[in-house]
């Protein structure tokens, strides 16, 4: 098709793209003759547009490191490089400028130093790669996922570590951002960029929502429309054995509950079906089965722990050190005996020259050992008399060997 490429070039600054002599990471891209490199965000590796005047010749993948074409492509799309875009270089100038002359007094001030680096650059038709500081000044109201999102379900699962996960986030935040301050890069203003529990609590109260929490504590922020409790009580793990099984089911089956079981390896759930099959039990191996009343669905994998809901009539079972949890045990054992060190025995232990055995060793006075009667780890460069041999440690050459002399 035939682009233009200086139309590119221009499109790619206003999507956030940063030019490079050469590409060499996401975000940039280069021109070379008739030859326009672009890196997306998104791609997995850059994208070659080669021209024929204002013809696009071919379209190919290359190789970030040797810069070879590895196959053709039959499109590309090129996603913005940036969170915050203001259009082209112009657009953008004219757009710090506007927010500069509106402000008053000292802010104006701090606002007009804040942006003198940046503003250089965009009057000489360069992006800056820092436009994110200028969040607020770009959109007055800011938005969430859930403005793109059509009737959400909101679900806040335990409020109150959310609350002091955004505190302690906000604070870091807060340091890097006094420091921005301090070197003028930021004034106030620009230096709102995240937001808070406020705003959470009130694009909560706009959409369905679920507050789960385990206790019952204060959430003064929002309105609560009707409080459901849902009691869970801990299940035992079934060990393996079917009529041990059968106790912990029975009851369940009678008061109408909707069972899922988790029995280790897809060859222990297969077994377990036809065994409960045999029993006159409702059993299913299909994960599309909707729950039902008295229905046992047996499923591959496990659980650290079964789990009941009265008020929902389900219930969660798992299996205990059998099938995968087994597997895993005996993985995680294999890889804690390669990883133990070998230590030497016999006369490979002597051999190894400032490296007893574990065990103490005697050494006779010497004027390197101090007054030392016996040690079990002895320090790098020690000399020291062991049985009428004197040995040197050397750390950085080869370790020496220690032979005995004859008595």
């Not at 970030?64 to 953008?92: C, H, M, W």
């Not at 909707?258 to 065994?275: E, Q, S, V, W, Y």
Request: charged residues 25%.
């Amino acid at each position: 098709m035939v682009y233009n490429r200086e139309a590119l070039v221009e499109r790619l600054f206003a999507a956030g793209y940063v030019r490079r002599s050469q590409v060499d990471g996401p975000g940039q891209f280069s021109v070379r003759g008739d030859i326009v490199d672009i890196y997306a965000p998104d791609m997995r590796q850059p994208a070659r547009v080669e021209y024929w005047d204002d013809e696009i010749d071919s379209l190919a993948s290359f190789d970030l490191l040797t810069q070879r074409r590895d196959g053709s492509l039959e499109k590309i799309y090129l996603s913005p490089a940036r969170e915050v875009l203001f259009g082209n270089t112009v657009q953008t100038a004219e757009a710090l400028r506007d927010a500069w002359k509106k402000a008053r007094g000292k802010h104006r001030a701090a606002l007009e130093k804040a942006m003198e680096a940046d503003l250089a650059q965009l009057d000489s038709g360069l992006m800056p790669e820092a436009m994110d500081k200028y969040y607020g000044l770009r959109y007055a109201v800011p938005a969430t996922l859930l403005d793109h999102l059509t009737s959400p379900i909101f679900v806040l699962d335990e409020v109150g570590g959310i609350r002091d996960a955004q505190k302690a986030t906000e604070f870091r935040r807060g340091e890097e951002l006094t420091g921005l301050l301090e070197e003028g890069v930021i004034c106030p203003g620009l230096d709102v960029l995240y937001q808070t529990m406020d705003d959470l609590a009130i694009a909560a109260q706009k959409q369905s929502t679920l507050l789960c929490e385990n206790f019952l504590r204060g959430m003064n922020e929002f309105k609560l429309k009707d409080l459901i409790n849902a009691e869970a009580f801990a299940a035992p793990n079934w060990g393996g054995d079917l009529a041990s099984l059968r106790e912990d089911l029975d009851p369940l089956v009678e008061q109408g509950y909707a069972i899922a079981l988790f029995a280790g390896t897809p060859k222990g759930a297969a077994a377990l079906t036809r065994d409960l099959a045999d029993k006159g039990y409702a059993v299913s191996m299909s994960r599309d089965v909707r729950p039902a009343k008295g229905l046992v669905q047996i499923l591959p994998g496990h659980l650290t722990a079964g789990c009941t809901f009265p008020f929902a009539r389900v219930a969660v079972l798992s299996s205990r050190r059998h099938g995968l949890d087994e597997a895993s045990e005996a993985a995680k054992k294999r890889k804690k005996e390669q990883k133990r060190p070998v230590q030497p025995v016999g006369h490979h232990a002597r051999r190894l020259c400032g490296a007893p055995e574990p065990r103490h060793r005697h050494v006779r006075r010497h004027p390197a050992a101090g007054s030392a009667g016996c040690h079990q780890r002895l320090p790098q460069s020690a000399v020291f008399r062991l049985r009428r041999a004197v040995c040197a440690r050397y750390p950085t050459g080869p370790a020496f060997p220690l032979h005995r002399p004859r008595r």
